[in-house]
């Protein structure tokens, strides 16, 4: 099974939140099923159309995904995906 990180600006609203297991074969089932374990998480990780939100990034086994509209990018039984939010600020 794939491992879900989350970023720790997430656990801030989402305390319960962390490494967790995945059965999802693609990107966008294994968000489906964070949602289903963790209710409102992918309003902060996707948008109103389902791509992922401009301050958040996900990478796959520590590359970043390119498909940002229809979450395609491929990943493997064991790998380790990470989702986070972008820092800005000055």
Do not use: C, W
């Amino acid at each position: 099974m794939a491992t879900v990180k989350f970023t720790y600006a997430l656990k801030r609203f989402f305390p319960r939140l962390g490494d967790t297991s995945t059965n999802g074969k693609t990107l966008r089932a294994v968000l489906d099923e964070m949602e289903a374990r963790y209710p409102g998480v992918t309003r902060y990780v996707l948008d109103d159309q389902g791509r992922l939100r401009q301050h958040v990034n996900i990478f796959i086994d520590g590359t970043m995904i390119k498909d940002r509209t229809s979450l395609s990018d491929p990943f493997q039984e064991n790998s380790e995906i990470y989702i986070m939010q972008a820092l800005s600020g000055g």
